[in-house]
């Protein structure tokens, strides 16, 4: 089955620390993943998204790495802000079935505190 | 360029009731997806739509449907509604055969 998950549930940090989320993943044959961002009550923005060919992508202070061999995606965030406080959720296709279907993981709740 | 859209962003309904959430995609857009997101939970893929058709679906009951326009907007309709489907319903939009999906701000379902 495939499954994605995400270590912590949430997380806690002062303003201006370097931070990484965690993303693991249990089929190595992935087609592509994606990192979001989810405020309270609201809907999803996307932030990154990583083909299977590529190692890493670059957003501003946001940076994903993903290693297929682990089975293991992270998010970067650099010099954190109280403005990025919100739910983070990674989701990946697989090549296995319909890479067409999203499979989630339950989140890392971040709070960032001046 | 107007994102993706939904409609109504709350709505109230009591169990047994039926209702229609409604998507526009981002412009240019051709695909639809929906989206259940339970308090606390993840997104659960629902469907999804092209060409005015189903493409996919995910572990949903037949209560749940849906239906895609010629102009590429969406409905996703749920009859009998029970307590449990109280949610975020969320719409992502993309462009065939580009995989990065557009989100919604989502609709807020209630079932009392």
């Known amino acids: 089955k495939q499954e994605v998950t995400q270590i912590p549930a949430a997380l806690s940090v002062p303003e201006g620390e370097n931070l990484v989320l965690n993303c693991s993943f249990t089929?190595?044959?992935?087609?592509?993943l994606q990192w979001f961002r989810q405020d309270p009550g609201k809907g999803l923005t996307s932030l990154l998204l990583?083909?299977?060919s590529q190692r890493e992508q670059t957003s501003g202070r946001l940076n994903a790495s993903l290693d297929k061999s682990s089975g293991r995606s992270t998010l970067y965030i650099a010099a954190s802000q109280p403005g990025d406080s919100a739910t983070y959720l990674c989701?990946?296709?697989?090549?296995?079935?319909?890479?067409?279907?999203?499979?989630w993981g339950l989140g890392t709740s971040l709070a960032v505190n001046p | 360029d107007a994102g993706v859209t939904q409609s109504p962003t709350h709505l109230i309904k009591t169990r047994g009731q039926q209702v229609t959430l409604r998507c526009s995609p981002k412009?240019?857009?051709?695909?639809v997806s929906w989206y259940q997101q339970a308090l606390g939970q993840g997104p659960q893929f629902i469907f999804q739509?092209?060409?005015?058709?189903?493409?996919q679906r995910g572990n949903f009951p037949d209560r749940f449907s849906g239906h895609q326009f010629p102009n590429y907007s969406s409905e996703l309709n749920v009859n009998a509604l029970l307590l449990g489907d109280s949610a975020l319903y969320l719409c992502?939009?993309?462009?065939?055969?580009?995989?990065?999906?557009?989100f919604g701000p989502g609709t807020r379902l209630t079932v009392l």
């Open positions: 992502a939009s993309s462009l065939a055969p580009n995989p990065t999906q557009y």
């Open positions: 412009s240019g857009h051709d695909t």
């Open positions: 739509y092209y060409e005015e058709e189903e493409r």
């Open positions: 089929d190595s044959a992935i087609y592509n």
């Open positions: 990583i083909q299977s």
């Open positions: 989701a990946a296709r697989f090549r296995a079935g319909n890479n067409r279907k999203l499979i």
